[in-house]
């Protein structure tokens, strides 16, 4: 009799200390506490996943700016290798070109620039609905193909040739052909992004 009086008083201590009488009196969330709860859930979420698409678009978007670069910059080093072993170099002022017969005598720059290549044919190389072409044709009808392709929206190429002759020293420099353009994507994230690009070169024939 008197060890379960002990027992009882015990139990009876125990159920009234702090944190008996916490766990007894807790009795889960409240609805206005789970409403808190998952707001700021939902907001958190809301703000990861703004950063998550917005790093997505701007890595699409950096390598659309990577690929346009890349691609206009190919066809500039196919321009400028197939200058450098080229011969009359003139503006065409008309289509088909025929060397030198169809030379401009008046115009130095344009968009079109016409020369022999060190295989003798008669290329064109010109700006044709924002798309860099070349032909070997003489720039005949049907003859043209593209090098930039849809990847790069070419917006201005201008070649500007520059020839010095000296006839009382008797040898003159070989025509310097410049080349500037103006290049974009056609993006709709890159409408207003441009890059300029300029090189020259001259011919190497001897």
């Known amino acids: ?14 159920l009234n200390c702090d944190i008996f009488v916490a766990l007894r009196s807790s009795s889960g969330f409240t ?40 691609t206009a910059n190919l066809a500039l080093e196919q321009i400028t290798r ?6 009359e170099f003139c503006i ?3 289509l088909p070109a025929t060397l030198p017969g169809s030379c401009s005598g008046t115009l ?15 290329v064109v190389y010109r700006l044709e609905n924002n798309v860099i072409e070349r032909s070997e044709n003489g720039g005949a009808i049907g003859t043209f193909f593209s090098l930039t392709g849809n990847r790069v929206f070419v917006e201005k190429l201008q070649f500007y040739i520059v020839s010095e002759s000296f006839p009382a020293r008797g040898y003159e420099w070989p025509p310097r052909i410049t080349i500037t353009t103006t290049i974009g994507s056609p993006s709709v994230n890159l409408q207003n992004m441009f890059t300029n690009i300029q090189t020259t070169v001259s011919g190497r024939n001897i």
């Open 1 to 14: 009799m008197m060890r379960y009086k002990k027992l009882h008083n015990v139990r009876r201590v125990l």
């Open 31 to 70: 609805v206005l506490e789970l409403v808190v709860a998952m707001g700021i859930f939902i907001t958190l979420m809301g703000i990861i996943s703004g950063i998550f698409v917005g790093s997505i678009r701007s890595q699409r978007t950096l390598v659309e700016l990577i690929a346009a670069n890349d």
């Open 82 to 87: 197939e200058i450098r072993t080229g011969r």
């Open 92 to 94: 065409p002022a008309s």
């Open 108 to 122: 130095n720059q344009s968009n079109i620039l016409a020369f022999q290549n060190a295989n003798g044919a008669t």
